[in-house]
């Protein structure tokens, strides 16, 4: 285990946490049912997830409180913020608006294999613009005839700071979630040098989820299997351990330029079977399925442009 990554065993008073975004509303989910966060911490700030991600340390403790309500006599409360409804399809994105989002490039060697570059010597960043941000269900609106899929781990800025150091970079990790690094490799590869933000930054082209998972649900967050398929056929499947600069190299990296901001996210790269090493493209009507074991599955269908 890394040094400074939150373990079960270090959290034995409290419990791990799946924090979603419904509607705009920060929720816990337990045992499948759905908890508005702020009516379990009787506290209104609470309801916005950005909020709930920068109180992490807190959803711990909400968390128990539900899986234990008979037990703490807590009944009342928990039947109080039990939403009625729990449909996907009211998912939003699982970070909404935060102030970074960081996405890194060729980073998996089977990617860079495919691309046919040299591994790089340090993690190649680049920006995804906010606004570019989808639920687990929305629609992927494209932007031309060669767009692309990328299936991510997303990390969760928890605790803030400057030049982290790597041996402390899981703890501050509010969580994980899901993520799909969209891409018109017509826009991205504009140019000599190209540029890459603006080809990855149209609206819809980032949809993350379904839930920020706690560090400590995972049995080995450094060690996350993943896949994406389009349409039932499989193009991605790694695992997490193939990345190039693991998480806590990327957190030292970056906050070592920048200062990390709680609800900041970095899209952690992608594995080999992108569609332009096949030589294929989105098309509307496609699905793209993507999971990761332990967090969840987006599911996002690809419609022309509106």
Known sequence: MEPGRPSASNCQNAAM???????????????????????????PALSDPMQAIARFAELHELTRIVADADEEGAGAL??????????????GPAVPNPSKVIA?????????????????PSPIAFTKFPSCLAGP?????????????????????????????????????????????????????IGSPPQFSLGKSFDTFGPIGPAV????????????????????????????????FGVPELVASLSAVMTLCPGDVIF???????????GRFLRPGNVVSSVAVGIGELANRCVAPG
């Open 104 to 120: 890194i490039g060729l980073n998996y060697r089977s990617h860079a294999q495919e691309s046919n570059l040299e591994l790089p």
């Open 17 to 43: 946490f799946r924090l979603l975004n419904v509607e705009g509303q920060a929720a816990l989910e337990v045992d499948g049912a759905w908890y508005a966060v702020d009516r379990l911490g009787d506290d």
């Open 137 to 189: 269900r929305d629609d992927i609106e494209l932007s031309g005839d060669r767009v692309d899929w990328e299936v991510e781990l997303v990390v969760v800025i928890g605790i803030g700071g400057r030049r982290i150091e790597a041996d402390r970079a899981w703890s501050h990790v509010a969580g994980v979630t899901l993520g799909q690094d969209i891409s018109d490799r017509a826009v991205q590869l």
């Open 213 to 244: 998972v706690s560090v400590d649900s995972l049995d080995d967050p450094d060690d996350i299997e993943l896949w994406c398929e389009v349409d039932d056929e499989r193009m991605q499947h790694s695992r997490t351990s193939d990345l190039i």
């Open 268 to 278: 952690t790269g992608t594995p080999g079977g992108v569609g332009m090493g096949r």
């Open 78 to 91: 928990v039947a109080s913020a039990r939403l009625d409804h729990t449909d996907v399809r009211r998912l």
